[in-house]
């Protein structure tokens, strides 16, 4: 069975930083890319991040470009989502996702909550 | 950046009735289109896949049409557990996008 768990998701001031994780089990997670989503209190889904499963490359939103930086470690099958220079409209519940047929996301994490505050 | 554009925002329903969404790219994505339902609390769940094929698991009242900018979700025959809120999502190119997100509600 497919999981993806995140966390380390919490309470910032702005201006600061914060790491979150992405655990995954259940498949070969050095075969699919990764990708972070977030949502924000009540509004709809954003596409944050990416990181390729093949190269290695990545791909950001303008909205976090500069600020957040995507990465894997595929020994232990963890994503990572480094956020810096954190603002108010960072504040948003974070979801990783395995990309699947179509370039979707067939599987989603639960979610962890970054909240952007003084 | 494509630009998904989702109508109706929001639309109000009867069990049994048939809903359409729709979904407007401002590019032309081909089929690398998939269609997600999510319900308060929880996270996206991917109904369809590549514009028309459906998710395993995914009940066959589900369909998708569409490619090129323009496509549909249609839910056949409403049930309680269909009211929820549907977003669109362009993978065709980096950075992805969503639609704004159209929300099903009970008449």
């Known amino acids: 069975e497919v999981q993806l768990v995140e966390s380390g998701g919490g309470l910032v001031q702005p201006g600061g930083s914060l790491r979150l994780s992405c655990a995954a089990s259940?498949?070969?997670?050095?075969?699919?890319?990764m990708t972070w989503v977030r949502q924000a209190p009540g509004k709809g889904l954003e596409w944050v991040s990416v990181?390729?499963?093949?190269?290695?490359?990545?791909y950001y939103a303008d909205s976090v470009k500069g600020r957040f930086t995507i990465s894997r470690d595929n020994s232990k099958n963890t994503a990572f989502l480094q956020m810096s220079s954190l603002r108010g409209d960072d504040t948003a519940v974070y979801y990783c996702?395995?990309?699947?047929?179509?370039?979707?996301?067939?599987?989603w994490g639960q979610g962890t909550l970054v909240t952007v505050s003084s | 950046d494509i630009q998904m554009t989702q109508s109706p925002s929001s639309v109000s329903a009867s069990v049994g009735d048939r809903v359409t969404i729709t979904c407007r790219a401002s590019q032309d994505i081909s089929s690398w289109l998939g269609w997600y339902q999510q319900r308060p609390g929880e996270a996206p769940k991917l109904l369809i896949y590549a514009a028309s094929n459906l998710q395993s698991g995914v009940p066959s009242r589900f369909s998708g049409s569409g490619s090129g900018t323009d496509f549909t979700l249609t839910i056949s025959s409403l049930q309680p557990e269909d009211f929820a809120t549907y977003y669109c999502h362009q993978a065709s190119v980096f950075p992805h996008t969503f639609g704004q997100g159209t929300k099903l509600e009970i008449k």
């Open positions: 990181i390729r499963h093949r190269d290695g490359s990545t």
């Open positions: 259940g498949y070969i997670f050095s075969d699919y890319d």
């Open positions: 996702a395995k990309t699947g047929s179509g370039g979707t996301f067939n599987y």
